[in-house]
């Protein structure tokens, strides 16, 4: 193949590419759609459920303060941190119940793994900036809160392209 | 103080008035965090000296403190766009350690995670090396087109990078439903659009003349100087473990392995894209063959332990080559010496012997065509 043919050839391959669909998400405008409602553990089978591996979630009503998740933390991030809450839940004598640093966690999910009491998930929740080293930390009350998280883009595959929809 | 106490390419040389010293890093946005230290004739290399260890993390020793499971997040810290390759070797060792039968669905679904990630590893390390060449059009189509395949393992593990989806006994969760569909979908889409890159990157006559019979590694001195991976085999040495030493279920998948005679830049930069269109159909074979249902992890104890002195040696072929671990347990939770033999590091050897002779301009185009990367190599 002459050098002529081949530029051309290259050329009109980046060419064709005008008529093709946009493939970048934009992202603040859309958002992108996962599978399931994040990442969870059934400790009965020892198997995760496929999600996101976002922000946590606590259920109160389900932690017995037993530290499994910080231990598990330990040598990993040691973002959890066991705290007094002044609630008074049943199976919970202590107590006590993790509090999470996003500033230092990594989002590995071995806490999910480790809790055999299915208190603790992870959500859909990626958007965790702050201004302040404080507000990264989140207390129990706030992992409590389910949240609201916008998917409404996935990838789909035309004849033209790609494209997040 | 005198020069013997310095480190290199920091002392003073009393060298020919012709030759200058040259240090291309550990700042350069193209080097990666490491040095190169050349020395130039006018514009032809003299002598080279690469020089890692400006990213050095303790990835090993930092092993010796933590148990089996706690090992994951960080072992895969080297490389975090290949995280499923890096912690492989680990997570067959282990298993060889504590005595671990892996059920069949998990073997398979490693398999696609490891190609997919040999991919998108592999995509990353092409926008660089087109970057290197000037050739923007090289560095934002896989950039971009990467996302289709870091959406599945997304899908799949529920993290972009670092997944931390391999552990002793299997992976961490099941696949999604409908999985197969979307992967195949996804997969078949991304073979055809990495077919366009021959067009417009190699079969280009300006690429080809660029790199073409720059930093020729002959086949008698890739053995001797063992390197491996892509390198190797762009010397013509069909050398690739998934075919020669088959762990997990790649002997029961028809492995293609991509050889080339010519040893120069081109054909190590060829290689790469060459195995990417072998992992599409290694995934789509994977997918056929996986079995519909059953566990994909085994139930351990909490702290799993080695039985007694022990030691286990696994590698893997990874993005950049083989990619070994060595595992010591004295029978406690955390095991007793890891080493990571890795790619980038053996392939890095090769580099004075590459450069000797070379103009300085193509310099990053054989440098980066090693399959090299720094993180790794400095563990």
Known sequence: ?165 | MTNEFLPPGLALQKADERIMTLNVGPQHPGSGHMRIIVQIDGDYIVACDPDPGYVHRGEEKMAEYRNYITNIPHLERPVIHDSCNVLYPYVLGVEELLGIEVPERAKYVRVICSELNRCIYTMYWLAIYGIFLGHSTMFMWPAGDRELLIDLMEKISGARVTHAHFVPGGVRNDLPPNFEEVCLRQVNYFEKRIREYAAVFYDNPILISRTQDTGVLSREDAIRLGVTGSVLRASGVDYDLRKKEPYDVYEELDVHSNVMKEGDSYARSKIPWLDMLESCNIIKQALEKMPKSGSVRVKLKPNPKGKGFDSVYKRVESGRGSLGCHIVSDGKVEPYRLKLSVGSFRNLIALPYLLKGEKLGNMPSVYWSLNYWPVEADR
């Open chain 1, 1 to 165: 193949m002459g050098t002529a043919t081949g530029i051309i050839r290259a050329l009109n391959s980046g060419i064709k590419h005008i008529a093709t669909k946009r493939f970048t998400l934009r992202y603040p405008e859309e958002k992108l759609k996962f599978v399931g409602d994040g990442y969870q553990f059934d400790p009965s089978t020892g198997v995760g459920i496929a999600g996101l591996k976002g922000r946590h979630m606590l259920f109160h009503d389900h932690c017995t303060g037993c530290q499994l998740c910080s231990i598990a933390c330990e040598g990993v991030a040691e973002a959890i941190a066991m705290v007094k809450v002044p609630e008074n839940q049943k199976q919970n004598k202590k107590s006590i119940m993790p509090q999470i640093d996003y500033g230092k966690c990594v989002f590995c999910g071995l806490c999910v793994d480790a809790c055999p009491f299915y208190a603790l998930y992870m959500t859909n929740d990626y958007e965790l900036s702050s201004f302040t080293k404080e507000g990264l930390i989140y207390t129990p009350a706030q992992l409590q809160v389910k949240p609201y998280v916008a998917q409404d883009s996935e990838i789909i595959i035309t004849k033209w392209g790609a494209t997040h929809g």
